[in-house]
T-cell receptor, first 114, second 120 residues
Framework: AQSVTQLDSHVSVSEGTPVLLRCNYSSSYSPSLFWYVQHPNKGLQLLLKYTSAATLVKGINGFEAEFKKSETSFHLTKPSAHMSDAAEYFC????????????FGTGTRLTIIP | GAVVSQHPSWVICKSGTSVKIECRSLDFQATTMFWYRQFPKQSLMLMAT?????????EQGVEKDKFLINHASLTLSTLTVTSAHPEDSSFYIC????????????????FGAGTRLSVL
């Protein structure tokens, strides 16, 4: 079984300040982890993925995430927030083989304060 | 690359009618496509997994006869909401997993832009 917990339902940061969106996972097998972003009334866009290679993963738009097995975490960060980053972010877990089902977290809404 | 097109983006229908939603992978082949449902301000819930040339696998609690899924080719899957009712109003999103060659399998899914269904 696999699950993912997004610790904050809503995060607000000022433009130009760092962003931290927290995610913890649970998986019986070696996990694949993803962060997706969803803008209002839009589909999901893949930000980045971890699939057992480097633990620090760089994604699009300046986002990165670090896989920490000891903490079962996969937090998403960005050094400097931009207004266009305002959206809903989903942390997602999947096993690396067999069952390709994605299990979604409940989402974190990121608000950027001008 | 890896573009998934979903059509229509928004549909309004009368109660009792059926609505078909199309999901196409435009620049890659996908043996597996997934259908999700998303309620307002909530996460995505997997409804079914669609495999090309075979019957879809539905998640527990999803009515097979109400949500008909057809995956006739490596680039197209359709979801038909039959005899729609107001409680079926929701945001439906499809995704496609690329067909990969060689060792291992990719479990990356690429998502369509979603279809907002409103049943009056």
């Amino acid at each position: 079984a696999q699950s993912v917990t997004q610790l904050d339902s809503h995060v607000s940061v000022s433009e130009g300040t760092p962003v931290l969106l927290r995610c913890n996972y649970s998986s019986s097998y070696s996990p694949s982890l993803f962060w997706y972003v969803q803008h209002p009334n839009k589909g999901l866009q893949l930000l980045l993925k971890y699939t057992s290679a480097a633990t620090l993963v760089k994604g699009i738009n300046g986002f990165e995430a670090e896989f920490k097995k000891s903490e079962t975490s996969f937090h998403l960060t960005k050094p400097s927030a931009h207004m266009s980053d305002a959206a809903e972010y989903f942390c997602v877990v999947s096993v690396s083989f067999g069952n390709e089902k994605l299990t979604f977290g409940t989402g974190t809404r990121l608000t950027i304060i001008p | 690359g890896a573009v998934v097109s979903q059509h229509p983006s928004w549909v309004i229908c009368k109660s009792g009618t059926s609505v078909k939603i199309e999901c196409r992978s435009l620049d890659f082949q996908a043996t597996t496509m997934f259908w999700y449902r998303q309620f307002p301000k909530q996460s995505l819930m997997l409804m079914a997994t669609s495999n090309e040339g075979s019957k879809a696998t539905y998640e527990q609690g999803v009515e097979k006869d109400k949500f008909l899924i057809n995956h006739a080719s490596l680039t197209l899957s359709t979801l038909t909401v039959t005899s729609a009712h107001p409680e079926d109003s929701s945001f439906y999103i499809c995704s496609a997993r690329p067909l990969t060659s060689g060792r291992g399998r990719s479990n990356i899914q690429y998502f369509g832009a979603g279809t907002r269904l409103s049943v009056l």
